[in-house]
């Protein structure tokens, strides 16, 4: 139960997929609407996991941003 499996040093590449497959795919119908809902100008996973925390309908996992 791990973000990258067994991968211990993931790619920058792999690291921006994981942040994308947490957050709703960029061809969404009425995008600019959840987008408008969440205050984001554009689709950013790494902003709309900040605002979202990552949750999905379809398990109980989330992320955490600290700074």
């Known amino acids: ?3 990258f499996g067994k991968v211990e040093k993931p790619t920058f590449e792999q690291y921006e ?9 960029r061809t969404r119908d009425k995008m ?11 689709y950013d996973p790494l902003m ?3 605002k979202t925390e990552g949750r999905m309908a379809e398990d109980d996992f989330w992320i955490k941003i600290e700074r």
């Open 1 to 3: 139960m791990r973000a």
């Open 17 to 25: 997929e994981f942040l994308e497959s947490r957050c709703f795919p």
């Open 32 to 42: 600019k609407l959840i987008l408008k809902e969440l205050d984001l100008p554009f």
């Open 48 to 50: 709309i996991i900040e």
